[in-house]
């Protein structure tokens, strides 16, 4: 299923870097780039504004089934309230079955796509030819999330961000659909100790190597 697509797929947890490294890889090798958590969150937001309950699986699928891309930019899906309702919706199958086609239909984009989210290397498009995992510990990606909610003019102490991110990383790799795990076949991106430039510069090596490899064969 690979076609002549080369697909980058950037897993890991929320706020360890990945947001980031996919977009710069994006402009570097022209692809275009899919944040596939802003799909869950865009049916999260949906179904709270509709009055509707997070557990819901059928009504949040319905949701799924009918989403318009355009809702992808609307500055309410990037909000902490978003990021806790997308891992709750994020762990129903009728949901991700929803979501699915979208997303492998944007990774077998010629030449080539970047997807960033949990389960891209393992269930979206296993067939990746580039794959990493990036991570970094729960304390560095508290307060790079901090920062990020502050500037976007949100009221929350540190604290409340690093117990939705621990609670976060239980949900998502928890749920028995698509837990968040590193594919066996992925290059691990530990980004603690890394600005973003240096975490990037390891990103385009690991893709790079992985493109040297498929000129090989
Ligand atoms: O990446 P982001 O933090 O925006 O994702 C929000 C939530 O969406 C995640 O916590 C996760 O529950 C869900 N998600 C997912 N699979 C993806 C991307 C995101 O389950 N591929």
């Given at each position: 299923?690979?076609?002549?697509?080369f697909?980058i797929?950037?897993?890991?947890?929320?706020?360890?870097g990945?947001g980031?490294?996919?977009?710069?890889?994006?402009?570097?090798?022209?692809?275009?780039?899919?944040?596939s958590?802003?799909?869950?969150?865009?049916?999260?937001?949906?179904?709270?504004?509709?009055g509707?309950?997070?557990?819901?699986?059928?009504a949040?699928a319905?949701?799924?089934?009918?989403?318009?891309p355009a809702?992808?930019?609307?500055?309410?899906v990037r909000?902490?309230?978003a990021?806790?309702?997308?891992?709750?919706v994020?762990?129903h199958t009728?949901v991700?079955?929803?979501?699915?086609?979208?997303?492998q239909?944007?990774?077998?984009?010629?030449?080539?796509?970047?997807?960033?989210?949990?389960?891209?290397?393992?269930?979206?498009a296993?067939w990746?030819?580039?794959k990493?995992?990036?991570?970094?510990?729960?304390?560095?990606?508290?307060d790079?999330?901090w920062?990020?909610l502050s500037a976007?003019?949100?009221?929350?102490?540190?604290?409340e961000?690093?117990?939705?991110?621990?609670?976060?990383?239980?949900?998502?790799?928890?749920?028995a659909?698509?837990?968040?795990?590193?594919?066996?076949?992925?290059?691990l991106l530990?980004t603690?100790?890394?600005?973003?430039d240096?975490?990037f510069?390891?990103?385009?090596?690991?893709?790079?190597?992985a493109?040297?490899?498929q000129?090989?064969?």
């Amino acid at each position: 299923m690979t076609g002549d697509s080369f697909v980058i797929a950037v897993d890991g947890p929320a706020a360890s870097g990945k947001g980031t490294i996919a977009t710069r890889l994006g402009a570097l090798y022209g692809y275009p780039v899919l944040d596939s958590g802003l799909l869950y969150r865009a049916v999260g937001v949906q179904l709270l504004q509709s009055g509707g309950d997070l557990d819901d699986a059928e009504a949040a699928a319905a949701l799924a089934r009918k989403l318009d891309p355009a809702s992808l930019e609307d500055p309410e899906v990037r909000t902490r309230r978003a990021g806790e309702a997308a891992s709750r919706v994020a762990a129903h199958t009728p949901v991700r079955t929803a979501l699915r086609d979208f997303q492998q239909q944007f990774a077998r984009q010629s030449p080539g796509a970047v997807i960033d989210g949990r389960d891209i290397g393992t269930v979206i498009a296993p067939w990746a030819q580039a794959k990493m995992f990036v991570t970094a510990t729960p304390q560095v990606r508290a307060d790079r999330r901090w920062l990020q909610l502050s500037a976007q003019g949100e009221t929350v102490s540190h604290d409340e961000v690093l117990a939705d991110i621990l609670l976060r990383d239980r949900r998502d790799s928890g749920r028995a659909d698509s837990p968040m795990v590193a594919a066996a076949d992925s290059v691990l991106l530990d980004t603690t100790e890394m600005d973003i430039d240096r975490a990037f510069d390891a990103a385009r090596r690991i893709v790079e190597t992985a493109r040297a490899r498929q000129d090989q064969s």
